[in-house]
């Protein structure tokens, strides 16, 4: 009776085992699905921001700003043109761009058992290349 009784607590073992990989995929899947696309917006916006700041010897702030709304819309960001920080410095030919608040994202994981808010304020700052007239 001593081996069967091992053998079945070993596969008892085992299958527990199963179950919790089961469980820790799962779990890893579900939060990478809720997070990533956030912070793949993130990553959009600010690739935005650093783009049109290196190019911004071409355009005016207000064509800037435009760009920047219109970016945000199109990935669903609470921004507006009031969100938006546009710094301009022709003697360093720089330019930084910041949003003023940034935006939150509340996420609730697992059908709301636990809810965690995200914070994101992306920032560029950039050299720009002046055009010789």
Do not use: C
């Amino acid at each position: 009776g001593a081996i069967m009784h091992t053998l079945l607590t070993e596969r008892g073992g085992t299958r527990l085992k199963v179950y919790l990989w089961f469980l820790v995929l799962f779990l890893v899947a579900h939060v990478a699905l809720k997070i990533v696309p956030l912070y793949m917006d993130y990553a959009r916006m600010e690739d935005t921001m650093s783009i049109k700041a290196s190019v911004a010897q071409v355009l005016k702030d207000e064509e800037i700003l435009h760009d920047l709304v219109a970016k945000a819309k199109e990935l669903d960001l609470p921004l507006t043109a009031d969100d938006f920080v546009i710094r301009r410095d022709e003697e360093r030919r720089r330019m930084g761009i910041s949003t003023l608040r940034g935006w939150n994202v509340e996420v609730r994981f697992l059908w709301g058992l636990y809810v965690r808010t995200f914070h994101f304020a992306p920032k560029a700052d950039e050299s720009f290349m002046t055009v010789l007239r």
